[in-house]
Structure formats: structure tokens, C-alpha cells
T-cell receptor, first 114, second 108 residues
Framework: NAGVMQNPRHLVRRRGQEARLRCSPM?????VYWYRQLPEEGLKFMVY????????ESGMPKERFSAEFPKEGPSILRIQQVVRGDSAAYFC????????????FGQGTRLTVV | RKEVEQDPGPFNVPEGATVAFNCTYS??????FFWYRQDCRKEPKLLMS???SGNEDGRFTAQLNRASQYISLLIRDSKLSDSATYLC?????????FGTGTSLTVIP
């Protein structure tokens, strides 16, 4: 059973470009969470999704950021018109529908905006 | 008030020492509790769940006090490989709340 898969592992974008981060949850997991971690800081919640539904996006900036988790395929975190301040590690975690309440993390995508 | 608060440390301890981390949470409706470990530039990994009765996994012991809304992690006989950031995590409904982490360095 493969773990949570994130790609790319590293992403470099110029200011103003778009960044698309992908997350495939563990098999059988239907809950996906996205977190951002700035250097030397803790994990900050961004968005919680279930298949085809955004459940809680209270941690997501109102502009330029969006997330989806389609019926088929990975969850996508999209950042439009990136700025230097978007440079961070973005972690995805997944949790099963039932049982085992813990969340399992992917290895993260390190976004660098130049 | 933050959902989860931890002493950020850093804790620098010699090999073989016993070290304890504390954590408090603000919402009494929180249902599940965990300690995660995060190595530098890596993803957080589940260390152990925390139960009201207390639980132990080798050198690691976790305790939960629901009345005080307090969680602890005790590491005995510290190893160099224990050096990491330890994250206190609570779950309420389907949402996870992370502390900012406590940094531990075990010194030879």
C-alpha cells in the first residue's frame, strides 16, 4: 500500500507564474488535508477536502489559492500568480473514511519562487 | 487563543537523558490526540497516539489529562537519533490541529 504521494518534490516558479501541486492519498483514504510550512515555522492548515467537496478552506488565502479533489485523480493545490512569500513546503495528508483517526503525510512539495 | 500550544524549546540534552515535552489544547471537545515527529526538511510522521490511560511504546510514554487539557511525551534513555521536532496534534471532528513543535537535540 503506497503512502501519500506528492509531486513534484521540488518546484521552482518565477513570480507571476502558476504552481500546481499534486497529492494522491493513500489507497482507501477519502480525506485530504493541505498544510503549508514556512522555514523555521510550524504547519499551518490550509484546506480540508473530501472527494469532490471542499469541507473547510478557512486556512486558505482568499486570493490566488484554490484546491480541488476530483472524483478521479489526485488532489490539486493551485497557486496563481505566485509571489516570493509563497515559497514554502506544502504538505498533503490523508486520513481514512473510518477507523484509524490519524493522518499520514506525503513527503511534501518545496516551492521556490524566484 | 491557539488550538494547541507547545514550548518551542529548543531542548538540548545529553545521550541517555530523560526529557519531557508538554502540550495544552484549548477546546475540550477535542477527541483524539497524537505526537508526530518531524525531521529537518522531512514530512511529519506519526510517533504515537495518546490515550487517557497513558500509553508506552519502548522508550516513549505519552499521557493525556482531559480535565487539564494537557498532553505530555516522555522520552527515556535519549538517543542521537531522537533529535527532531516533536509535534503535538489534536483532532476534533475531521480536523487536525498542530502545535508549532518542540525542537530536541540529543548531544553525544
Amino acid at each position: 500500500n503506497a503512502g501519500v504521494m506528492q509531486n513534484p518534490r521540488h518546484l521552482v516558479r518565477r513570480r507571476g507564474q502558476e504552481a500546481r501541486l499534486r497529492c494522491s492519498p493513500m489507497k482507501g483514504h477519502s480525506h485530504v488535508y493541505w498544510y503549508r510550512q514556512l522555514p523555521e515555522e510550524g504547519l499551518k492548515f490550509m484546506v480540508y477536502l473530501q472527494k469532490e467537496n471542499i469541507i473547510d478552506e478557512s486556512g486558505m488565502p482568499k486570493e490566488r489559492f484554490s484546491a480541488e479533489f476530483p472524483k478521479e485523480g489526485p488532489s490539486i493545490l493551485r497557486i496563481q500568480q505566485v509571489v516570493r512569500g509563497d515559497s514554502a513546503a506544502y504538505f498533503c495528508a490523508s486520513s481514512p473514511r473510518a477507523g484509524g483517526p490519524e493522518a499520514f503525510f506525503g513527503q511534501g512539495t518545496r516551492l521556490t519562487v524566484v | 487563543r491557539k488550538e494547541v500550544e507547545q514550548d518551542p524549546g529548543p531542548f538540548n540534552v545529553p545521550e541517555g537523558a530523560t526529557v519531557a515535552f508538554n502540550c495544552t489544547y484549548s477546546n475540550s471537545a477535542s477527541q483524539s490526540f497524537f505526537w508526530y515527529r518531524q525531521d529537518c526538511r522531512k514530512e511529519p510522521k506519526l510517533l504515537m497516539s495518546v490515550y487517557s490511560s497513558g500509553n508506552e511504546d519502548g522508550r516513549f510514554t505519552a499521557q493525556l489529562n482531559r480535565a487539564s487539557q494537557y498532553i505530555s511525551l516522555l522520552i527515556r534513555d535519549s538517543k542521537l537519533s531522537d533529535s527532531a521536532t516533536y509535534l503535538c496534534v489534536v483532532k476534533r471532528g475531521n480536523q487536525f490541529y498542530f502545535g508549532t513543535g518542540t525542537s530536541l537535540t540529543v548531544i553525544p
